[in-house]
């Protein structure tokens, strides 16, 4: 069962009709009956499980991730334990307190989040000493009894990368890069008209671009995230792209780079697409994918959408 | 002698004209005038001197910063050499491609620059390797024999900030904040009014903002440029600003940290005025605070602007 939750202003009724519908399930016992062995029998030995842990569907995802478990990771479970029975699932890009309140709601105790939820790359919950924030959002985590893995580091190593396949399949642009490569061809457009689809299919209100609107665009290369400027200025420089389109940039790296290198001759144009927006369509595609490995678990996506407001 | 040209849209018309001024007085020979020695006689040492190199503005200008030299700073001459002979000093944010030129044009062959001139904090050029903007731009540099300079660590190291006093000086708030400390009280205003000031003084054309537009201000903590989401954060948790005003962020850090203590109840807004605005008018005041040393120097100011447009 699965209700994708899109950065649209109808979310919140959605949520509230997800929420009523599976109230009124559960009321009748319906829900119950999901998790009886009985009526699940005939089904393979996955699909046919009672019951599944934090750790069973971690497992589960991992087995289709080449190289995992890796060594050194960030996606660790940052709240909850490993042992925890899943009632729901819940995708996002932030745990943010709105989706942690949403998905208690939901009666989802297993939040798969892709970027941190204590406000640092490794969710070192002593980075600023003492951090009230951190220790409430904690609390309220805790009395919701509801676990949080990261699931940064494999999605991305994932084949086609999990956050870039979710992109291009919301930006409808798969049928020009299947296979999820970071740079690509598309049917000539102006920069403007890639912008214009950009906010359009990935709900975005507003973004910050360098280069000429009027300028022809055929070649991308699609970071979407927050890479670095290491990164985002090799795979220019090496892919010469009409435009790069990324989540976020350093802007004395990335942004400072582009508007030299366009006034010494460059053509490569820069789309900064805001860091939660870009990656999102990846997390809602997650649903989907890990539907199918666990029919009888609710996946629910909460879109964490863009924290700014633009003045 | 000193022209500040600003971030409006009247600069590159100041220019010319700053431009033009400046030929027409070399051509009557006033500007050689200035630095034969009769001239000046009676002045003292410093204002007597008739010729500067690159090393002696510098040595000038550590004098003043507590501490310096520093054994580890990013502060280094990125182009040029310390003992070629200074015909115009430059300040800006960024040397871009376009700073270069202007400068070339006011025969200034030294740039004094806050940020980084190679895309990366150390200015290491094999940081990309094989970097072709890097080299054209060290072309272009060369051909021009501008040396480049960068004064950041120092710069905040002076006592006051000289980053921050000049934003406070721009932005009219030094008499709430002479000393230029990172937090300080103003008399209540709305957030919205504190982002219409601060558009209209520092010339920024749009902000990102997390809070409550209507919310009362009187508590302003400001670190422009981009201090990193651990000391942005940690002087937020010590201090509960009601607004943190910043020149960039981590979305990932500093953003979602914001999100988040909203919601838990935090009354602490965020305004990103963007880096290079965020900064720029400490390398305006500049201008005035080192022309007092070397008033036989012409200093100009070229801001280096936002490098973005707003879609």
């Known amino acids: 069962m699965s209700i994708s939750l899109t950065n649209e202003n109808t979310s919140a009724s959605l949520l509230e009709r997800r929420s009523f519908v599976f109230t009124a399930l559960k009321a009748a016992g319906v829900y119950a009956l999901l998790t009886v062995p009985g009526v699940s029998k005939g089904h393979n030995e996955s699909t046919a499980r009672k019951e599944y842990t934090v750790q069973d569907i971690i497992d589960l995802i991992l087995k289709e991730i080449p190289g995992a478990p890796f060594k050194e990771t960030v996606d660790t479970i940052k709240s909850g334990s490993a042992d925890q029975k899943v009632t729901g699932i819940v995708t996002t890009m932030f745990a943010t307190i709105e989706v942690i309140k949403q998905a208690a709601q939901l009666?989802?105790?297993?939040?798969?989040?892709?970027?941190?939820?204590?406000?640092?790359?490794?969710?070192?919950?002593?980075?600023?000493?003492?951090?009230?924030?951190?220790k409430k959002k904690q609390e309220l985590l805790s009395k919701n009894n509801i676990a949080i893995w990261r699931f940064h580091d494999y999605w991305h190593a994932h084949r086609p990368d999990g956050i870039?396949?979710?992109?291009?399949?919301?930006?409808?642009?798969?049928?020009?890069?299947?296979?999820?490569?970071?740079?690509?061809?598309?049917?000539?457009?102006?920069?403007?008209?890639?912008i214009h689809h950009l906010k359009s299919s990935l709900s975005i209100d507003h973004l910050r671009v360098i280069g000429d609107?009027?300028?022809?665009?055929?070649?991308i290369a699609l970071l979407p995230g927050a890479w670095g400027g290491q990164r985002q200025i090799a795979l220019t420089e090496k892919e010469q792209p009409n435009v790069l389109i990324v989540g976020e940039v350093h802007e004395w790296e990335t942004a400072e780079y582009i508007r030299d290198a366009r006034l010494l001759?460059?053509?490569?144009?820069?789309?900064?697409?805001?860091?939660?927006?870009?990656?999102?369509?990846g997390m809602?595609?997650?649903?989907?994918?890990?539907?199918?490995?666990?029919?009888q678990i609710k996946i629910t996506h909460i879109a964490s959408k863009s924290p700014f407001t633009l003045v």
């Open 284 to 295: 809602e595609y997650l649903v989907e994918w890990l539907q199918a490995k666990v029919p």
């Open 107 to 134: 009666n989802a105790n297993f939040i798969i989040a892709h970027e941190p939820t204590f406000y640092n790359h490794t969710d070192d919950i002593n980075w600023v000493p003492g951090n009230e924030v951190v």
């Open 213 to 219: 609107l009027s300028q022809s665009c055929e070649r």
């Open 265 to 281: 001759g460059s053509k490569t144009s820069l789309i900064i697409l805001g860091h939660s927006v870009s990656e999102e369509p």
């Open 164 to 194: 870039t396949y979710g992109v291009l399949k919301k930006a409808n642009w798969l049928e020009y890069n299947s296979t999820a490569e970071p740079v690509f061809k598309i049917p000539v457009v102006t920069l403007k008209e890639i």
